[in-house]
């Protein structure tokens, strides 16, 4: 069976909907970084998809004369998203879409994949994502269940929490508001202003000891 991230590690990817701390690993993710409200930035909508696109590149290169050294057969992981910037004002957001790798994805494996996307959607501008390898560290993590305008309330309680455990935010232009879209946002809406009521989104904050 592919190996599937979030049943391999459920502390990262299933949290309760009762907030915890967790220190998150360094691990490999491809990025595009943007600005203005997701639901109606064309900006947003291509990032998703060049994201998409190269992550199933890179699954499928198992089919090509290219495999990977490596390689091992995986479902692709969800989309993320760090956030900066007022949740009343979404036209000012910054904000960097990415989906994890495995570890055999290197930048040759990135390149590989780029090409192959670039025969089959020429339209899309790929110079804009980038391969990564981001630390998270330390940070404050929970559950939000319904939409994306509801989660004020949720990030209430998480910071609360972070406060009471002894620990302070620790926001930076690195470590940002994270989430991790457990729907596809191609099949349910996009960003963190959807309207369904059964989703479940992975919030989290960077801590620091007080």
Known sequence: MPFDFKKEYKNLYAPKTAPTIVDVPEMTFIMIDGEGDPNISIAYQSAVEILYGLSYAIKMSK???????????FVVPPLEGLWQGEVNDKSGFIW????????????????????????????????????????????GQVMHLGTYDDEPATIAALDKFIADSGHRLDFSKQRRHHEIYLADPRKTGTGPSGALEKLKTVLRHPIRAS
Request: glycine share 4%; proline share 5%; charged share 35%.
């Open 63 to 73: 089919k090509s004369d290219k495999q990977p050294e490596g390689y091992f057969d």
């Open 96 to 139: 960097t879409s990415m989906i994890r790798q495995p570890d055999f994805v290197t930048e040759r494996v990135f390149e590989q994949a780029k090409e192959t996307l670039a025969k089959k959607k020429p339209q899309l501008d790929l110079s804009l994502a980038r391969l990564e390898r981001f630390a998270e560290g330390l940070c």
